[in-house]
Structures are given as structure tokens and as C-alpha cells.
């Protein structure tokens, strides 16, 4: 699979739900940060485990979103492109019951690997939505920079770790809970629940994608204006 081209569609799409980027923390960035270069093993060996257990693709193929809870099931979500003339797009959804992190030996309560089950589902995403999201993940990762001192105590141990790949691009952020980094994660969960859904249920779920994905756009543009 190929991943997917770059197109920018900015606007409100007919009939989308309307949505808001909720407000900047100031503790926080508003921007991605780095992915630790020099993670040390143990975190290299849940790297490892947990791109396998959720069926992520190599690092370049396609967009991906992590998400990383400090306790419960991490969860992936994938966009790939389809070859060939006339390519679709598909969403796929992973989600692991319980904590892949707690499964490994060395961080169970006995010592000893714990059984993972992964749920996997697949849904088509229209071309156009699928552009305007990749749109909006790529502008987020070019954005990626180290955090100033003020912002740099923004992480915690009881939370989640979200990380975006996109074009050998990569980013990270904790636990956001209002500006850029919020609507670009409400936007995950939106892709997410529209993977989740039943089918006569997704035309409805798209409307709170695309909304999601105008609320991101808008905050940016602002946040870019001339002061």
C-alpha cells in the first residue's frame, strides 16, 4: 500500500457538525514535540512490542496515530491508500485489551508476559476527508519543536501519550487538553469512532470528522494570522 497524496481543503463541507478547539492550556505547548531520540531499551523494547501487537505499519508507509495510555488498552490508527488508478482509502483501527506495557514480564505484578488481544477494524474513508485530515496531520508535524522551560512540567505519570507519524515525519504530545494538540486528538477519536461504528451509522460519524477537521483548521489559521 502507497500512502496518500497532499491536498488542502479548507471550508466547511456541506452538512458537517460544527466544532470547537477547546482552550490552550498556557502550561502546555501548542505544538508537537520531538520523540525522544535516545528512549533507552526498556522503551525500545515497548516500541517494538506494542507496533506489533496493534499491526502498525513501518515508519513512512502511511499516517498513523498512537495512542498510549498510562493504564488501560493502547490503540493505533492507520490510514493507507489502495493502488491503483483510482485509489480508495481505508481507516484501519486497532485496539488492545488490555495494557501492552503491564503485559510485558519485567512491568507485570508475577513477572510474567501477559496475553494480548487486539481488535481490528477497517473502514472506507472518502478521498476528500482522508486528504483534508492528512492535510491537517502534516501541518501539525512540521510544526514539531522542543517545548520552552515554562512548558516543560506539562506531563504526568496518570494520562496518555499520543504520538503522530506521517512521511517520516513524527510527533508526540501528553495529555492535551486544549488547543492545537486537543483538536488534532479530538480528531483521532473521531476517525476512531467512525472506524468503530456500524455502517448505516458512519454517514453521521463523518459529519463530526469533518467537523473536527474544520474547528483544527480554523484554530490554525488564527493562530497563524498577523498579530
Aim: charged letters at 30%; one cysteine or more.
Amino acid at each position: 500500500m502507497a500512502f496518500l497524496g497532499l491536498v488542502l481543503l479548507v471550508g466547511r463541507c456541506p452538512g458537517q457538525d460544527e466544532a470547537e478547539v477547546p482552550k490552550r492550556q498556557v502550561d502546555q505547548p501548542d505544538h508537537l514535540v520531538p520523540i525522544d531520540p535516545y528512549p533507552g531499551d526498556w522503551h525500545e523494547s515497548y516500541a517494538k512490542l506494542y507496533r506489533k501487537t496493534l499491526q502498525l505499519p513501518e515508519p513512512g508507509e502511511a499516517a498513523v496515530m498512537v495512542y498510549m495510555p498510562s493504564f488501560s488498552g493502547e490503540e493505533g490508527l492507520v490510514i493507507h491508500e489502495t493502488e491503483g488508478k483510482d485509489p480508495s482509502f481505508i481507516l484501519i483501527h486497532t485496539r488492545a485489551d488490555r495494557n501492552i506495557w503491564y503485559s510485558m514480564p519485567e512491568n507485570s505484578d508475577d513477572g510474567k508476559p501477559k496475553r494480548v488481544v487486539v481488535t481490528r477494524r477497517e473502514a472506507p474513508l472518502p478521498a476528500e476527508t482522508a486528504w483534508r485530515v492528512c492535510r491537517l496531520w502534516e501541518r501539525m508535524l512540521r510544526g514539531v519543536r522542543y517545548p520552552i522551560p515554562a512548558e516543560e512540567d506539562s506531563t504526568g505519570l496518570d494520562g496518555e501519550t499520543i504520538e503522530f507519524w506521517r512521511h517520516n515525519m513524527y510527533g508526540t504530545t501528553w495529555s492535551p487538553e486544549g488547543g492545537a494538540l486537543r483538536g488534532l486528538l479530538d480528531l483521532g477519536r473521531a476517525l476512531a469512532d467512525y472506524c468503530e461504528v456500524s455502517e448505516d451509522k458512519r454517514a453521521a460519524t463523518l459529519k463530526t470528522v469533518q467537523g473536527r477537521c474544520q474547528a483544527l483548521e480554523r484554530y490554525l489559521e488564527v493562530k497563524a494570522a498577523p498579530r
